[in-house]
């Protein structure tokens, strides 16, 4: 029958102690250190949370003469469009066919009523309002988009307590291509003294630009 040396045992028992006893004693600093480390406060906070906010780069400046075969990229339009008020009108982009424009309406404020001989489509990032469309009315919100085709009396007012965002495609071009109206104000005055009208490239048709300037 084979035994196990008495001294082994005891080697052995001693070395699992002592092991035992480090983990021990690590476990029980570590505890210690948690306990004893400060919480993070508010100034310690925010410059995390202003770093990681999301914030709308400077504009590109409009295209004035028939946009170049590239392509033309606004991020976060739907993220972080600034939630105070900015110019009542800015127009984006202008194309061939269509225009790319940037509104915001004030608290209280309106768009104008409006009839015209182009297709708008409106989608709204920011606010509450109501829209007016061919006689119906429906509440709005960011996150919505509403029609309006040609030839369409409308309408869009700001029921909110802040500024409602939106930006809008016009099928073709409806303003300047340059057109910044800082207050409704301002453009309506540019409209009616004819210093608010699209590219005359703008309002060509598709069997006239594929006759003279070939798309693709």
């Known amino acids: 029958m084979l035994t196990v040396p008495p001294v082994r045992l005891r080697s052995s028992w001693f070395t699992a102690a002592a092991r035992l006893h ?4 690590r476990l029980a600093d570590h505890s210690s250190r948690q306990i004893h480390a400060p919480r ?5 906070v925010r410059p ?25 990229y606004f991020p976060d339009m739907t993220t972080a469009l600034p939630s105070e008020s900015g110019e009542f009108r800015r127009v984006l982009w202008t194309g061939l066919y269509s225009q790319v424009v940037l509104m915001t309406v004030p608290v209280g404020g309106d768009i104008g009523e409006e009839i015209h001989t182009v297709d708008q489509i409106l989608t709204f990032t920011s606010g509450r309002g109501l829209a007016q469309v061919g006689g119906e009315e429906r509440d709005i919100k960011a996150g919505d988009m ?23 495609v016009y099928s073709p ?17 540019a409209e009616e003294e004819g210093r608010d009208e699209p590219p005359v490239w703008s309002q060509r048709s598709k069997q006239e630009n594929e006759e003279d300037r070939p798309v693709g």
Do not use: W
Not at 22 to 25: K, R
Not at 40 to 44: E, I
Not at 148 to 163: C, E, I, R, S
């Open 146 to 168: 509403v029609v309006v085709p040609a030839g369409t009396k409308h309408q869009f007012l700001n029921t909110g307590p802040n500024p409602l965002i939106l930006y809008t």
């Open 48 to 72: 995390v949370l202003g770093s990681t906010r999301n914030k709308m780069p400077p504009f590109p400046k409009p295209n004035e003469e028939p946009p170049a075969h590239r392509m033309v």
């Open 173 to 189: 071009a409806e303003h300047k291509a340059t057109t910044v109206h800082k207050t409704k104000k301002e453009g309506d005055k």
């Open 40 to 44: 993070p406060t508010l100034n310690t």
């Open 22 to 25: 480090c983990i021990t004693l």
